[in-house]
Every structure is written in structure tokens, then in C-alpha cells.
């Protein structure tokens, strides 16, 4: 069972290091807090847990580099743990500064010792595979780490490994995942394996940007980690898994944003698209509430919600019963966009000039979005009751979802009366989608289905 924790995650000076090429905290500089501070921060978060058995504390760099932690307060958080009855500190370090600091660090082990609390140093070697680790720029190699590790087991205290899944440069991820396992079984006491992902203003960011690296779904993740596992005859139980501690919308850093007006392949597969979609198919997952996705168009105004067809399409959804259950995804050029993303860059500042589409633009839109509609049904077809359809029938949105529905084996209960449609199309009405007999349609349709699902 796992031990009920205390994780206090600080920032105080600058890593020493700062280049890893994942990591969003390293480069950051803050302030050195003093002793005092540190001790509030962590006294403040251990009175809010009762019964905790480990205190965690991670300062983005290393707990034995003066610059960042004060010496005194290493003596001080024991005391804390001690009082509050927890029985063990968790500290990341560099390994370096354990090898520089031995007498440091077998001097902090002894006072732990003293108190009844055990020390766990916890090193971020990610892969041990010295290319790799070059490569992904650590500030050391496995050679560190194991004379590191001898001199914290050597006086007591344990290590804590952290590696990554999914890094990029690495070909056969199982394969080095293994590897990384069977290593840190000989050199290590406690392995947390952790889902790598691509975080804004980091040079793994910018690989996403380029298409040179793609994050992994939680099956996938998984996965791989099962097929390691497997190859070593280790066990689940021997590890410990960390998918979404670091996930987070792709937010693109304002410095680079732009607006993305025009037609053609440029604004239909555009990096910042692309990472968005990736994100929505792999990672996000739609609020629980959420039980029937709904397929809508896309609107010129932005957000969408404030166009004239979202408002009246909106407005009318509103009056249905389970209205809160409804999922409401956009289909555009940009991708596949549920409304909670609406407000976000790059989807506030994009305007696709459809009337400047040729054939073969309109042949790439389609292929596009159909490719992209089957991703999100193949990852998502379980996580929803139905999909729902509201989209003009003779518009490539429709067809490409149709298609992909098809293509995947899901089922769209297209919501559009195509006669009605038909009709005030010929009657030379504008805006059809919002004409009241045909919003009306669409709710009866969704009513009826819901019926089937109470
Ligand atoms: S991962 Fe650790 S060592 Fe690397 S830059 Fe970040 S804080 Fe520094």
C-alpha cells in the first residue's frame, strides 16, 4: 500500500545545471529563500496532512547546492519530520554534489539517524544510457550516479530513481526502458517511472513544434511499460508510475504567437495545430460530466460561443434537460476543438479564407480532418455514451466525419433533417444551421437518443 505523503515542491536560487532539455524549472531564477522561509513553506504543508509517513521535498535542482538550500535548513526539515512523528525525507540532489560533498552528506545521514528518520535521495537519472543522457543534456552519467549511490547506501540512506518513458532520440522505448530498470535494481532502492512530456519554453517543446516528438497516451504509456517490465522479470508492484504529474495544456509561449490567417497545407497542419491535436486526442481527457459528445461546426468569430450560429445553437441546447452532459466539439481546419478549449491560443487568432480554397485545398482539408476525427474517435469511442452530429450536410466537415466514423466503427446520429435542410437551402436562406425547425430537429433527435441511455 502506498505511504500517505507530504510533497512540498518549492523554488529557491537556480538548478546549477538549468539546461535538461524537458525540464520547464531548471533555467527559471528565483529568489534563495532563507532557512526561516523554507521551514514556514514546509511546517504550513505538513500541519495540513495528518498520519504522513514521507515528506517529499523537491526543489528543481539540488538539495545539497548551498545556492539553492541554505545548509542549516537540511538539519532543520529532519527535525520537522521528526516531530511530526514522519519516518522518511525524500531530497533531490545532483549526484555530482553527493560525490563532492560526501562528508555533508554522511553527516546529515548520521543527525537523520539520530531522530529515527530515513533519508531517500531522490536523482532524476531518466535513462542509463550515457548517449541518451548526452543527448537530453544531463549534467551527468551513469558512472555518477553509481558512485553516488554507494556513498548514500554506504552511510544508510536510500535512492530514489527517477526515469523518464517516451524521451526522444530513443528508438526502441521498451527496449531502453528495460534497460534503465535493470540498472537502477542494482543501484537504486525505490524506482518511480515518469510519463516525459514536452512542457512550453523548453527545448523538448520545441522538437513537438518540429514534429520530431509526440507525446503518449496513457495506454501507451502503459504499455511500454508492461513490455519493460516483462523483459527484466520485474513486477508492477516494483515500481512506481507517474503519467499526468506533468502534463499541461500546449500553451504557446505569447513571443511566438501569431495570427494564422489564410488557406492551403500552412494553416491546416501547422505546428501549433498540430501540438494541440496531439494533446486533444493523447493526453486530454474530457470533464467526467461529459457523457455525449456533440459535433459542431466551427464559426469565423472567435470564440465560437459569441457567433451568431454557436449563440443560437447554444441557446438552444440550453433548454434540453442534460444539457451539462453534452460535449460540444468544434470541427475546423485547426483541428478538433471541445468548447472548453475555445478560448485558447491558437484558436482565438486563426480566420481560415474559405473562400479562397481551390479543389486540391479543399482535398487536403478533408484528408486532414478526416485523419484527425478518427483519431479522437479511436482514443475517445469509450469514454462517450454517443456522438452526436450537427453540421451542414453537404459541407467537408460532414463528410470527413462521417467517413472517419465509418472508418473507425463508431456510430454519429447525424442530427440534421437533410430535407428540411435541402429545403431552405433552395428557399436561398442564409444561415440555415440556425433556422429554429432545424434546431428543434436536432433536439428532438438528441432527446430520443437520450431516452435510450437513462
Ligand atoms: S532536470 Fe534537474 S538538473 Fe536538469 S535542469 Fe531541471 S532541475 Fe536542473
Redesign the pocket.
Known sequence: MKKKEIVVITTSGK??????I??????KESRKKSCEELEKEVREKVERVSDAEVLKFFN???FLDENQIPKEFRTKMIDIAAETGIREVVV?V?PQHVVMKEKEVVELLNYAKEKGVEVSFAI?L?VADDKIMAKI???FRTKEFVEASKIIRKFGGRVRAYIMVNLPFVEDQAGMLAKSLLFCKEHADSIAILNTYARPNTELFRLWLEGRWHPLSKKEFEEIVRKALKQTGMKMEDVELYYYDYVCPPRIPKKDRVFLKGVGKEYLVHPYFNVWHDYIVKVYQPPSIKKYALFLPCAYRKPYSKSKTHRAIISRLMRLKDYAKIHQIMISNAGVIPREFENEYPFTSYDWEEWRETEEIQKEYYEVTRERLENYLREKKKRYKVFFAYLKPDSLSYKALMDAAKNVGVRVVDCVDHKLYKKLKDEGRKDVLIHQDLLDEMVRIIEKELKKHE
Do not use: A, I, V
Not at 524537458?22 to 533555467?27: A, E, L, R, T
Open positions: 538548478c546549477s545545471w538549468g539546461r535538461c524537458f525540464c520547464p524549472f531548471g533555467w528543481s535542482g539540488s533531490e545532483l532524476g531518466e543534456n544531463k549534467p
